[in-house]
């Protein structure tokens, strides 16, 4: 999720524990946050909180398969990569 930081300049900043975590959105385009995120990534299969204006908060179920996590991880790259794309 680190790695999001360095390759999203909407992402400003990942935190948590383990498989509890948060990121931190800057607006992009016009005026997005992090509820225009949470949409994206629910179009794409994956359902997150969005918190305040700015904040995404990720909390898998504890049962969830490490196949599933890369799967997830994935789905957040692809879903900002397009959202850049399209900003």
Do not use: W
Request: charged share 20%; net charge negative; with cysteine.
């Amino acid at each position: 999720m680190q790695e999001l930081v360095e390759k999203y300049e909407i992402v400003e900043l990942v935190r948590g524990k383990g498989l509890l975590n948060a990121i931190v959105i800057n607006p992009f385009g016009d005026g997005k946050t992090a509820k225009d995120v949470c949409l994206a990534l629910l179009g794409n299969g994956l359902l997150a909180k969005q918190t305040h204006d700015h904040i995404i908060r990720f909390a898998p179920p504890l049962v969830i398969t490490e196949e599933q996590i890369d799967a997830c991880c994935a789905i957040i790259d692809s879903t900002l990569e397009s959202l850049v794309a399209n900003s």
